[in-house]
């Protein structure tokens, strides 16, 4: 079982950056497909970027198409979300998450969850 901790969240002004970091623990890192999810206030968990095990497909929301870059380093267990442009409406606490074969944009199908991270764009 893959155990997931998030970091790098933060209070950034609207246009500026942040990149999160998502470490997982277990030696079949390199086996799971790796998903970054939101979750603003009273509104449901969304998905924001699914990456394969083998880095070579990845998915992106079309509101963050451009703007964010997901990524994964196998050798240090850890995926990451690069953020630029950000936008007040990016605010939402931030999950990693983690899936034996493929990734899939419906937060239910995916099995293993971080804490999560609060990110915060002000206008």
């Known amino acids: 079982q893959v155990q997931l901790v998030e970091s790098g969240g933060g209070l950034v002004q609207a246009g500026g950056s942040l990149r999160l970091s998502c470490t997982a623990s277990?030696?079949?890192?390199?086996?799971?497909?790796m998903g970054w999810f939101r979750q603003a206030p009273g509104k449901q968990r969304e998905y924001v970027a699914t990456?394969?095990?083998?880095?070579?497909?990845?998915y992106y929301h079309d509101s963050v198409q451009g703007r964010f870059t997901i990524s994964r380093d196998n050798a240090k267990n850890t995926v990451y979300l690069q953020m630029n442009s950000l936008k007040p409406e990016d605010t939402a606490v931030y999950y990693c998450?983690?899936?034996?074969?493929?990734?899939?944009?419906?937060?239910?199908?995916?099995?293993?969850w971080g804490q999560g991270t609060q990110v915060t764009v002000s206008s």
């Open positions: 990456i394969s095990w083998s880095r070579s497909i990845t």
């Open positions: 998450a983690a899936r034996s074969g493929s990734g899939y944009s419906d937060p239910n199908l995916w099995p293993t």
């Open positions: 277990g030696r079949t890192f390199n086996r799971y497909a």
